[in-house]
């Protein structure tokens, strides 16, 4: 078996050129079969992969072994070339691999995917893959398993900014273990990159501290010597560029930019085919692609640390939830071991309520700066690897601004835990560009992720406690404003000692037969001041605080429509709220029942949140005003 502990032979040498016009020949057969890929890029990184996948501690039988070396693949559209070097190596069938690749049901899917044997991180969505290596190399400074982390990236997507912050976190947080291999063969799928967009990747990587070596990338030997020496020095990142060739291997595709993005004519793989001394077995193959019946694979990954999760804590005053949030982060941070828990931060940690945690446990803060993508990526990442994993950030920088990257997570089923504050116009003079008012509708769109909001302080305590325990993605909304208590109409505290979080659970927090209200957050105890004036008028209104708007006990939502008119009341934009949702379930359950949307409707300024909730009549008064002129009551 080849290894990073000593030079390669020259026999070693020889199998790894040999395995090389091999794995161009299946790259060729495999995109021509699907009648789709990237042969071109596959070809110039496959030198890379062989030699990584050769020599790194990792191999067919130690694929979820905690202990085995990484390897993050970022250029995820070189799929051909990985799957053809893993299958030569024994971690998947190329027969499969060759029939099936981007076919439904097949594992073997355009991009590369963290299903398959030796792919840690599904990837596609260029300039996230150093950010995830990041994540992944951290797991390993701060876990009991020591091992290197590989990073494989293109060179166009150097131009990201993602990058940038990536390069710099990882130089901040001296992530050693690291190391960078670049296939820099200057093309990308319009051109040439020099004329698409110039990145100066060597003066970059130098710039934020890096160490940098050049070689030829098509030369394993030399990869080789690059890596020993970068694995040598325990004091730096290291990157390594590999200058290659786009289509290398085969000469009418060498430097051509067209083979980016699309398979050989049949004529051209032919012509391929003979310059490889390939036989051509397409046709043979191309008859068993439909029938073809694939291995699927399911990976492990470390599990989420059970923790303690402390004593609640009961408040009768006016607080703010992200006081709360901040309050039990710090006491579960104390009552468990050291490195059970890590918490990012991106320069709000005192308005976001993470400076206790940083105190008491300073190597497991992570300072971020002003580097969201890259954050929410390393957090992903950081969370596969058996720990509990907070972010915390504004709503508009943990949700709009990260989209795609938490869309990237939730396909890797990350463990993440956001918490997203200052959502709405709750955040008051700060104006639009802070004012997170879509977060549901942005959030509904991913399937892995739940997102809950509490009412109150107390219920914030609750559910800060439960998420900090659950898998999975999570995100907790919280006000900027202070939060009263919510009371029953006995003045007992609703959510008292006796209360227990259930995901999905929609509280009856007043009755009322004549209508409910349906809200959740900041509006609801504006919502209990509005039914406490509507019974002065003979109208009972029903308020129902959602604290899981994604997914709400439709059993409750029923019971709610006998009253014939809901309102659903909410600090979010209306078009994608829990108006919608509600809306959507009454439709679905075909019941019959007035809904009543009150929300947002445009943008808004800058003013204290009362003013702006009276501008766009979400004030107490332009609440009941709206339930009083419903046709309910003057029939």
Same mark, same amino acid.
């Given at each position: 078996?080849?290894?990073?502990?000593?030079?390669?032979?020259?026999?070693?040498?020889?199998?790894?050129?040999?395995?090389?016009?091999?794995?161009?020949?299946?790259?060729?057969?495999?995109?021509?079969?699907?009648?789709?890929?990237?042969?071109?890029?596959?070809?110039?990184?496959?030198?890379?992969?062989?030699?990584?996948?050769?020599?790194?501690?990792?191999?067919?039988?130690?694929?979820?072994?905690?202990?085995?070396?990484?390897?993050?693949?970022?250029?995820?559209?070189?799929?051909?070339?990985?799957?053809?070097?893993?299958?030569?190596?024994?971690?998947?069938?190329?027969?499969?691999?060759?029939?099936?690749?981007?076919?439904?049901?097949?594992?073997?899917?355009?991009?590369?995917?963290?299903?398959? !044997?030796?792919?840690?991180?599904?990837?596609?969505?260029? *300039?996230? &893959?150093? #950010?995830?290596?990041? %994540?992944? @190399?951290?797991?390993?400074?701060?876990?009991?398993?020591?091992?290197?982390?590989?990073?494989?990236?293109?060179?166009?997507?150097?131009?990201?900014?993602?990058?940038?912050?990536?390069?710099?976190?990882?130089?901040?947080?001296?992530?050693?273990?690291?190391?960078?291999?670049?296939?820099?063969?200057?093309?990308?799928?319009?051109?040439?990159?020099?004329?698409?967009?110039?990145?100066?990747?060597?003066?970059?990587?130098?710039?934020?501290?890096?160490?940098?070596?050049?070689?030829?990338?098509?030369?394993?030997?030399?990869?080789?010597?690059?890596?020993?020496?970068?694995?040598?020095?325990?004091?730096? !990142?290291?990157?390594?560029?590999?200058?290659?060739?786009? *289509?290398? &291997?085969? #000469?009418?595709?060498? %430097?051509? @930019?067209?083979?980016?993005?699309?398979?050989?004519?049949?004529?051209?793989?032919?012509?391929?085919?003979?310059?490889?001394?390939?036989?051509?077995?397409?046709?043979?193959?191309?008859?068993?692609?439909?029938?073809?019946?694939?291995?699927?694979?399911?990976?492990?990954?470390?599990?989420?640390?059970?923790?303690?999760?402390?004593?609640?804590?009961?408040?009768?005053?006016?607080?703010?939830?992200?006081?709360?949030?901040?309050?039990?982060?710090?006491?579960?941070?104390?009552?468990?071991?050291?490195?059970?828990?890590?918490?990012?931060?991106?320069?709000?940690?005192?308005?976001?309520?993470?400076?206790?945690?940083?105190?008491?446990?300073?190597?497991?803060?992570?300072?971020? &700066?002003? #580097?969201?993508?890259?954050?929410?990526?390393?957090?992903?990442?950081?969370?596969?690897?058996?720990?509990?994993?907070?972010?915390?950030?504004?709503?508009?920088?943990?949700?709009?601004?990260?989209?795609?990257?938490?869309?990237?997570?939730?396909?890797?089923?990350?463990?993440?835990?956001?918490?997203?504050?200052?959502?709405?116009?709750?955040?008051?003079?700060?104006?639009?560009?802070?004012?997170?008012?879509?977060?549901?509708?942005?959030?509904?769109?991913?399937?892995?992720?739940?997102?809950?909001?509490?009412?109150?302080?107390?219920?914030?305590?609750?559910?800060?406690?439960?998420?900090?325990?659950?898998?999975?993605?999570?995100?907790?909304?919280?006000?900027?404003?202070?939060?009263?208590?919510?009371?029953?109409?006995?003045?007992?505290?609703?959510?008292?000692?006796?209360?227990?979080?259930?995901?999905?659970?929609?509280?009856?927090?007043?009755?009322?037969?004549?209508?409910?209200?349906?809200?959740?957050?900041?509006?609801?105890?504006?919502?209990?001041?509005?039914?406490?004036?509507?019974?002065?008028?003979?109208?009972?209104?029903?308020?129902?605080?959602?604290?899981?708007?994604?997914?709400?006990?439709?059993?409750?939502?029923?019971?709610?429509?006998?009253?014939?008119?809901?309102?659903?009341?909410?600090?979010?934009?209306?078009?994608?709220?829990?108006?919608?949702?509600?809306?959507?379930?009454?439709?679905?359950?075909?019941?019959?029942?007035?809904?009543?949307?009150?929300?947002?409707?445009?943008?808004?300024?800058?003013?204290?949140?009362?003013?702006?909730?009276?501008?766009?009549?979400?004030?107490?008064?332009?609440?009941?005003?709206?339930?009083?002129?419903?046709?309910?009551?003057?029939?």
């Amino acid at each position: 078996m080849h290894s990073f502990n000593q030079e390669l032979t020259k026999e070693e040498i020889r199998h790894l050129e040999t395995l090389s016009r091999l794995c161009r020949g299946d790259i060729i057969k495999m995109t021509s079969i699907a009648g789709s890929g990237h042969p071109g890029g596959s070809m110039s990184s496959l030198e890379i992969y062989l030699t990584l996948f050769s020599c790194a501690n990792i191999s067919p039988d130690t694929i979820d072994d905690p202990q085995r070396d990484r390897i993050v693949i970022s250029h995820g559209h070189t799929s051909p070339g990985l799957y053809a070097c893993l299958a030569h190596l024994g971690f998947v069938n190329l027969e499969d691999v060759l029939i099936t690749f981007r076919r439904i049901d097949s594992p073997y899917e355009g991009h590369i995917e963290q299903h398959v !044997p030796g792919i840690e991180w599904t990837t596609g969505n260029l *300039g996230q &893959g150093l #950010s995830a290596g990041c %994540g992944v @190399a951290l797991a390993s400074q701060l876990g009991k398993y020591k091992f290197n982390t590989f990073v494989a990236m293109s060179d166009a997507e150097q131009a990201k900014g993602q990058v940038a912050e990536a390069r710099r976190f990882a130089r901040k947080y001296n992530l050693n273990n690291l190391t960078v291999l670049i296939d820099y063969n200057h093309t990308q799928i319009s051109g040439r990159t020099d004329d698409i967009m110039p990145v100066h990747i060597k003066e970059n990587y130098c710039a934020d501290g890096w160490r940098v070596m050049e070689v030829p990338g098509h030369k394993p030997a030399e990869i080789h010597r690059a890596v020993r020496s970068a694995l040598a020095d325990i004091e730096n !990142p290291y990157v390594i560029i590999c200058n290659t060739i786009i *289509g290398h &291997g085969v #000469s009418f595709m060498e %430097g051509k @930019a067209e083979y980016h993005g699309r398979a050989l004519t049949r004529e051209e793989y032919q012509k391929a085919f003979q310059e490889l001394k390939i036989d051509d077995d397409i046709e043979e193959l191309l008859s068993k692609r439909k029938t073809r019946k694939v291995k699927t694979y399911r990976r492990r990954h470390l599990p989420v640390p059970k923790i303690f999760t402390g004593k609640q804590k009961v408040y009768t005053e006016t607080v703010h939830p992200r006081t709360v949030f901040g309050t039990v982060l710090e006491e579960i941070a104390q009552i468990n071991p050291e490195n059970t828990i890590a918490v990012f931060d991106c320069d709000l940690c005192d308005s976001v309520k993470t400076t206790k945690f940083a105190k008491v446990r300073p190597d497991n803060f992570f300072e971020a &700066g002003v #580097s969201e993508h890259n954050t929410a990526t390393v957090a992903g990442a950081l969370s596969l690897y058996g720990f509990v994993t907070v972010w915390a950030d504004f709503g508009v920088f943990a949700i709009d601004e990260v989209y795609n990257q938490l869309r990237l997570n939730d396909i890797n089923n990350t463990n993440v835990k956001i918490i997203a504050t200052h959502l709405g116009f709750n955040v008051g003079p700060d104006g639009k560009t802070h004012h997170c008012i879509d977060y549901l509708g942005v959030l509904r769109n991913l399937p892995g992720f739940r997102f809950v909001m509490p009412g109150d302080p107390n219920q914030a305590d609750y559910i800060t406690r439960y998420v900090l325990s659950q898998p999975g993605n999570w995100v907790i909304g919280l006000t900027r404003s202070k939060l009263p208590p919510v009371t029953r109409e006995n003045g007992e505290l609703f959510y008292n000692t006796k209360y227990t979080f259930t995901y999905g659970a929609l509280d009856v927090i007043r009755h009322g037969d004549d209508c409910a209200i349906l809200t959740m957050g900041a509006l609801l105890h504006q919502a209990i001041i509005a039914s406490e004036k509507l019974k002065e008028t003979g109208i009972r209104a029903g308020v129902y605080n959602i604290s899981s708007p994604c997914d709400i006990d439709r059993e409750k939502v029923c019971d709610a429509a006998k009253t014939g008119l809901l309102v659903t009341y909410e600090d979010h934009i209306i078009t994608s709220g829990i108006g919608c949702i509600i809306s959507q379930i009454i439709c679905e359950e075909r019941i019959t029942a007035d809904v009543q949307k009150i929300g947002i409707t445009q943008y808004g300024g800058s003013d204290n949140a009362d003013v702006l909730y009276k501008r766009s009549a979400l004030d107490v008064d332009s609440l009941v005003q709206t339930i009083k002129k419903h046709p309910k009551f003057h029939s």
